[in-house]
């Protein structure tokens, strides 16, 4: 589990393609490094990846294709800043709301508004998922905790402070991007368990 808290901006160091999976390798500060492990579970853009090694500035991962047609991981190049975060220690603080690291869709950046040093950006989802936006509940992006703002059918808007724009890559979205995104499971499963309550007592 992660908290939408995003820890570390890396990099893209290098990209090989294998039969079944594509080996990342990212670099890092040492800081962040030092705590990892290999085998330990990283967010990753969003994405729940299991570190199969590292050295003093980097990490790298293995993603399955399954896992690259899902997510955003397929269109990365050498170079492509990346949202990282360790997984919860038991008695760490949440700061933004609990992630799993499972991405429901890749949304689509439909307009960018640039206010002073803040950024809006209106997402649109497929139809499927948007009976889960609410105002002011959560959504997972790229692997930061952020509060939707207003929803409009499919679409929605949130509101990117200074601080999250300077230590995510949330800064460089622009239209037509896709963002990795992870819905609130409280909010799926209360939306859910309503909806089959409702259809019983039809």
Not at 75 to 82: A, D, L, M, S
Not at 131 to 145: A, I, P, R
Not at 158 to 176: A, K
Request: hydrophobic share 35%; with cysteine.
């Amino acid at each position: 589990m992660f908290s939408g808290i995003v820890q570390e901006k890396g990099s893209i160091a290098n990209l090989q393609k294998q039969n079944e999976f594509l080996s990342i390798e990212i670099s890092c500060s040492e800081d962040f490094v030092k705590d990892i492990s290999v085998g330990d579970s990283v967010s990753v853009d969003g994405v729940c990846l299991t570190v199969t090694s590292k050295s003093s500035d980097s990490i790298n991962f293995d993603a399955v294709n399954e896992t690259l047609n899902r997510t955003i991981i397929n269109n990365y190049i050498v170079g492509t800043k990346i949202n990282l975060e360790s997984s919860l220690k038991f008695g760490g603080s949440i700061g933004g709301h609990l992630m799993s690291g499972h991405i429901h869709q890749t949304a689509i950046i439909k307009e960018v508004l640039i206010i002073g040093d803040t950024k809006d950006l209106v997402i649109e989802v497929d139809a499927e998922w948007s009976k889960y936006l609410f105002e002011k509940g959560y959504v997972g992006l790229n692997g930061c905790s952020i509060t939707i703002g207003q929803i409009n059918d499919r679409r929605f808007k949130v509101h990117i402070i200074p601080e999250t724009l300077r230590s995510t890559n949330l800064d460089d979205l622009v239209f037509g991007d896709q963002v990795n995104l992870e819905l609130d499971q409280n909010t799926i499963t209360i939306t859910d368990t309503t909806e089959r309550l409702l259809r019983d007592k039809a």
